[in-house]
């Protein structure tokens, strides 16, 4: 679990131009017979918009009951909730800085997350009033979430 406490101090030590970028990533992968998704959601707080950033990660791993193995729909779907209950238990220690969210989803037809980018980006509309950013633009969800990913954070 991110510790909110920790990212809320680091946040409140930051000037007001401090940017806050809110994403994840997940992956499908068998053990033991059974389909299992990795769920990684990073914070990433760019210094002043412009020195330097530190990233705030957590790993989880839950069952995954997607029957299409190519339109991950429902691993997708819940890895934009967690993204979005991220940004909920964050926004009011984030004030009037800037935030996006990004979503790793390509609105591309030939990508299989496309299956989800209407529901998803309008979930995440809905829910937390901010307008996400998907592939290729998502760069918090694609490159901060796989860096997380890679260094097993909180798992």
Excluded at 50 to 72: L, Q, R, T
Excluded at 129 to 135: E, G, I, L, Y
Aim: negative net charge.
């Amino acid at each position: 679990m991110i510790d909110i406490f920790e990212v809320a101090q680091y946040i409140e030590q930051q000037g007001p131009n401090t940017k806050i970028y809110i994403g994840g990533d997940s992956h499908r992968f068998l053990k033991e017979g059974r389909w299992f998704a990795e769920y990684t959601m990073v914070v990433v707080v760019h210094k002043d918009a412009k020195h330097g950033c530190k990233i705030f990660g957590e790993n989880s791993v839950e069952p995954d009951y997607d029957s299409v193995k190519n339109k991950p729909r429902l691993r997708l779907m819940n890895e934009v909730y967690k993204i979005a209950d991220l940004y909920l238990e964050l926004n009011d220690i984030i004030g009037d800085r800037p935030i996006e969210i990004h979503l790793d989803i390509n609105a591309k037809e030939e990508a299989g997350s496309s299956c989800v980018v209407q529901q998803a980006v309008g979930y995440i509309r809905g829910v937390c009033h901010v307008v996400p950013m998907t592939k290729p633009r998502a760069f918090a969800a694609s490159c901060a979430a796989d860096r997380a990913k890679e260094l097993k954070l909180a798992v």
